[in-house]
């Protein structure tokens, strides 16, 4: 089966997670970086997606934190949010998350995108 682990506390969050239970995905939910760890450990998501994530989270460190654990160095990370800019960026990229900006991509249609990169 496949699973998608989805973190951050946004009403996004829920509707991601909605939409891709309906494309037939085992979804995980956390409301913050510490919880996300856990449950990669504990779920092995086949891709991981981070939604909106609060402006005191230090994006860049968890992606480290993830590439760093041996089951998840080739797990595939989405950034949904705000832009990302500096040294920031070059650290996603770096450790090849995809970013994409919130914007009018439909919540369904972003689903199917997500359920693509599972592997």
């Given amino acids: 089966m496949k699973k998608a682990l989805l973190i951050g506390g ?11 239970a309906h ?22 998501p086949g891709v991981i997606t981070i939604i909106l994530p609060n402006y005191y989270d230090e994006v860049s460190a968890f992606v480290t934190g993830i590439r760093s ?25 770096a450790h090849g998350v995809k970013t994409l900006t919130l914007g009018p991509v439909q919540t369904d249609e972003m689903a199917r995108f997500i359920e693509k990169q599972i592997y």
């Avoid at 009403?11 to 891709?20: D, G, P, S, V």
């Avoid at 494309?23 to 092995?44: P, Y």
């Avoid at 160095?73 to 949010?81: D, F, K, L, Q």
């Fill in 69 to 93: 654990m041996p089951d998840s160095r080739s797990t595939p990370i989405i950034y949904i949010g705000g832009p990302i800019e500096g040294g920031n960026q070059t650290t996603l990229r």
């Fill in 10 to 20: 946004s009403m996004h969050t829920r509707e991601y997670a909605l939409a891709l």
């Fill in 23 to 44: 494309l037939g995905v085992q979804v995980t939910t956390c409301s913050d970086f510490q919880e996300a760890m856990q449950g990669i450990r504990s779920v092995h």
